[in-house]
Nanobody
Framework: AQLVESGGGLVQAGGSLRLSCTVS????????MGWFRQAPGKEREFIAA????????YFADSVKGRFTISRDNDKNTVYLQMNSLKAEDTAVYYC?????????????????WGQGTQVTVSS
């Protein structure tokens, strides 16, 4: 399986970015998808997850109301729309896939990972 993130970059505080993660080698609509991030010196942190159909989503409190997650099963792609970005959102962002019936928030529960994309928010 291959998960490829894109869309990261440098943005000013208060700005927006949309990350994409395109998946190959998996039956995409069998998998719940998650987004995580890792800042230097910190553990990998759960951000958001979306169910296989896209009907359910769950967010970390730190991003609730600012980030949204969506997916296009025809394009094998999951998105993370990030608005009202803050300096503390600076991290490498990863997408991950999990074959499961429930939304999961622990990184160790996910089976497949992308290589990450850097998001830097300047204050």
């Amino acid at each position: 399986a291959q998960l490829v993130e894109s869309g990261g970059g440098l943005v000013q505080a208060g700005g927006s970015l949309r990350l994409s993660c395109t998946v190959s080698g998996l039956t995409f609509n069998w998998y719940n998808m998650g987004w995580f991030r890792q800042a230097p010196g910190k553990e990998r942190e759960f951000i958001a997850a979306i169910s296989r159909s896209g009907s359910d989503a769950y967010f970390a409190d730190s991003v609730k109301g600012r980030f949204t997650i969506s997916r296009d099963n025809d394009k094998n792609t999951v998105y993370l729309q990030m608005n009202s970005l803050k300096a503390e959102d600076t991290a490498v962002y990863y997408c991950a896939a999990k074959f499961a019936d429930i939304l999961l928030t622990e990184a160790n529960d996910y089976n497949y990972w992308g290589q990450g994309t850097q998001v830097t928010v300047s204050s």
